[in-house]
């Protein structure tokens, strides 16, 4: 079905990214989120799902994004020396 609605610009740019990720439509994607919050059964976990051949992360809505600094930061403290 087609209709019209607004949606805040930081849920429509996460579900566009989703359905990027997940070779899925935008209309999916969101139609997706709104079956999961009406039964309520948005999980804490992240899933994974197989689409074409490569494993996709879907973490719950609100998840912070994971920035090229936290990757550096993590990556500086794995190569220092134990004890430090």
Same mark, same amino acid.
């Given at each position: ?10 849920? &429509?740019? $996460? ?10 439509? &935008? ?8 079956? @999961?919050?009406? +039964?309520?059964? !948005? +999980? +804490?976990?992240?899933?994974? !799902? ?7 992360? @879907?973490?719950? &809505? ?10 550096? @930061?993590? &990556? $500086?403290?794995?190569? $220092?020396? $134990?004890?430090?």
């Amino acid at each position: 079905m087609r209709t019209t609605i607004d949606i805040e610009s930081p849920v &429509l740019e $996460a579900a566009r990214e989703s359905a990027k990720l997940s070779g899925c439509s &935008l209309g999916e994607v969101i139609s997706a989120w709104a079956r @999961q919050g009406m +039964s309520g059964r !948005i +999980s +804490s976990e992240a899933k994974t !799902i197989l689409r074409n051949g490569v494993t996709v992360y @879907q973490v719950p &809505l609100g998840t912070p994004p994971v920035t090229t600094e936290m990757v550096k @930061q993590l &990556l $500086a403290h794995e190569d $220092a020396p $134990a004890g430090h």
